[in-house]
């Protein structure tokens, strides 16, 4: 079956330090992959997306992230982390000719002063 | 602006009642989805719709029930049969049901005591 791994539950970043998060899929074919962003007690919101072509996708907010097929790895990156970006990530994946987007379990980042 | 719009934001029942949560877009979405989201387990799939009157059984339908008699309109109802109903709700729709992002609603939240 299909799966999403985030292996980090918490995360932990000083304001202005690089930021990568991890994400593993499970599928053999490329599936299509999305990273969300969750503020407390709010909804989802689509940081950024991968469905073919560059392997390095820029998002929203300065975040980008790199497809890797060999490591069926899509870590979420970005250089300088701003306290404002302390939330909850998600990574996840949709087959093709599916419907069900597949979520992982979520990164909750930390932003230290 | 269009939007997911879902109310109320805070929901309490007692146990043994039935609930219905509501969740209205004015995207013009086709798709739409419920989603349940537990602490440490991400978002787990309920029910989903891809036209007006039909919909398909998620991973978690147990003690669910949904409607889709308007494309606008996918309400959500929470059966006196699901055993542990308390948790985050979150309704999102697509465009279509290829590669499209989930937009999602600011969810609600339900307590049942």
């Known amino acids: 079956a299909q799966s999403v791994t985030q292996p980090d539950i918490h995360i932990t970043v000083s304001e202005g330090a690089s930021l990568e998060l991890r994400c593993n899929y499970s599928?053999?074919?490329?599936?299509?992959l999305f990273w969300y962003v969750q503020s407390p007690g709010q909804g989802l919101q689509l940081l950024l997306k991968y469905f073919s072509g560059d392997t390095l996708v820029q998002g929203i907010k300065g975040f980008e992230a790199e497809f890797k097929r060999s490591q069926s790895s899509f870590n979420l990156r970005k250089p300088s982390v701003h306290w404002s970006d302390a939330a909850e990530y998600f990574c996840?994946?949709?087959?093709?000719?599916?419907?069900?987007?597949?979520f992982g379990t979520g990164t909750r980042l930390l932003v230290s002063p | 602006d269009g939007g997911i719009t879902q109310s109320p934001k805070y929901l309490f029942r007692k146990e043994g009642q039935n609930v219905t949560l509501s969740c209205e877009q004015n995207?013009?979405?086709?798709?739409m989805y419920w989603y349940r989201q537990d602490p440490g387990q991400g978002l787990r799939l309920i029910y989903y719709s891809q036209i007006v009157n039909d919909f398909q059984k998620g991973d978690i339908a147990e003690g669910y029930s949904v409607s889709r008699e308007k494309k606008e309109s996918f309400p959500l109802t929470v059966t006196s049969a699901q055993k542990n109903p308390t948790a985050f709700y979150l309704c999102a729709s697509s465009r279509d049901s290829s590669n499209s992002p989930l937009h999602f609603g600011n969810g609600t939240r339900l307590t049942v005591t």
């Open positions: 599928y053999g074919a490329t599936p299509y």
């Open positions: 996840a994946s949709r087959n093709t000719g599916f419907q069900k987007l597949v």
């Open positions: 995207l013009n979405h086709d798709a």
